[in-house]
């Protein structure tokens, strides 16, 4: 009597699928695996032929490319940024301003006619917005410092207080 796996007179248990097939006997072909791509057989002709179905599109591997930026907008930005930066050296940055203006309108100009070829079209935005900021302040120190020396001019007192009498 044996207690191993195998029956010793050769029989098959019952329970077991065999492990070998008999000599002369042909294998048994293996389920299809729904995982794996079907081929077809020789002599048929391709899916799309045989169904009149196209063969799905096929997506690109790795990162879609963009567009290089426009130098123009990347000079914008830096501009405007330095400018407003600036303004608090008695307003000297602030003659930057029109120059981010100018340079941003012409750099979103470039990015629209380009048709997709060039980017940075938020960076010349950015930088067109700093310029009107930029330049609205520039108008308005220039007005102030227009008003300070007319004050200034018109002034009778030649740096001397003297309080009205009444």
Same mark, same amino acid.
């Given at each position: 009597?044996?207690?191993?796996?195998?029956?010793?007179?050769?029989? @098959?248990?019952?329970?077991?699928?065999?492990?070998?097939?008999?000599?002369?006997?042909?294998?048994?072909?293996?389920?299809?695996?729904?995982? @794996?791509?079907?081929?077809?057989?020789?002599?048929?002709?391709?899916?799309?032929?045989?169904?009149?179905?196209?063969?799905?599109?096929?997506?690109?591997?790795?990162?879609?490319?963009?567009?290089?930026?426009?130098?123009?907008?990347?000079?914008?930005?830096?501009?405007?940024?330095?400018?407003?930066?600036?303004?608090?050296?008695?307003?000297?940055?602030?003659?930057?301003?029109?120059?981010?203006?100018?340079?941003?309108?012409?750099?979103?100009?470039?990015?629209?006619?380009?048709?997709?070829?060039?980017?940075?079209?938020?960076?010349?935005?950015?930088?067109?917005?700093?310029?009107?900021?930029?330049?609205?302040?520039?108008?308005?120190?220039?007005?102030?410092?227009?008003?300070?020396?007319?004050?200034?001019?018109?002034?009778?007192?030649?740096?001397?207080?003297?309080?009205?009498?009444?």
């Amino acid at each position: 009597m044996t207690t191993g796996p195998e029956n010793p007179y050769g029989e @098959q248990d019952p329970g077991r699928p065999p492990t070998h097939q008999p000599y002369g006997q042909p294998h048994p072909q293996p389920p299809p695996n729904p995982y @794996q791509p079907q081929q077809q057989p020789y002599g048929q002709p391709p899916y799309a032929q045989q169904y009149g179905q196209p063969y799905p599109p096929q997506q690109a591997y790795g990162h879609p490319v963009t567009p290089p930026t426009d130098g123009l907008a990347i000079g914008a930005m830096i501009t405007g940024i330095a400018g407003l930066v600036m303004a608090c050296a008695y307003g000297v940055g602030l003659l930057a301003s029109p120059v981010a203006l100018v340079l941003g309108r012409i750099s979103m100009n470039r990015i629209d006619r380009s048709g997709g070829r060039l980017g940075g079209r938020g960076m010349a935005l950015a930088g067109f917005i700093l310029g009107i900021i930029g330049s609205v302040l520039l108008v308005l120190a220039i007005a102030g410092l227009i008003a300070l020396i007319i004050v200034a001019a018109n002034d009778d007192s030649n740096g001397t207080f003297s309080p009205a009498i009444g």
